[in-house]
């Protein structure tokens, strides 16, 4: 059964070349977000096996979001997505429960390597 995903952008043209990225890799892609608020609520809803967030988005940050959502499901596999320049905030990230990160701009192989690698497939 294919793994499911919920994408967490503030950017519309980043949340579809992620969606390319999973789509296109036998993974189906069940809901997208533009903020940390809606993350949280998609999460609830969804149930996602996987959830890519972005770190900085308005309302609430990413690093909020996968704390509220690792405190609903502490079992939730969050992968943060950074642009370069931002590790002390992937460290707190990974603190506040995120399993991995990847670094904006994505490669397609990157993505899949650290995704399979973060739901054990690797």
């Given at each position: ?26 993974f ?5 977000a533009a ?7 998609k ?6 096996d996987l ?30 997505c ?6 002390s905030?992937v460290?707190?990230a ?15 192989e ?5 995704v399979?690698?973060v739901?054990?497939?690797?």
């Amino acid at each position: 059964m294919a793994k499911r995903v919920l994408i967490v952008d503030d950017a519309i043209f980043m949340r579809n070349m992620i969606k390319d990225i999973f789509s296109g890799s036998g993974f189906e892609v069940v809901g997208e977000a533009a903020n940390g608020l809606e993350a949280v609520e998609k999460y609830r809803e969804l149930k996602p096996d996987l959830t890519t967030m972005d770190i900085v988005m308005p309302f609430k940050s990413g690093i909020e979001a996968t704390r509220d959502i690792v405190k609903q499901d502490h079992k939730a596999v969050i992968v943060m997505c950074s642009a370069l320049g931002q590790e002390s905030l992937v460290m707190e990230a990974i603190e506040a429960g995120a399993s991995d990160f990847i670094v904006k701009p994505f490669k397609a192989e990157d993505v899949l390597s650290v995704v399979k690698k973060v739901l054990g497939e690797a």
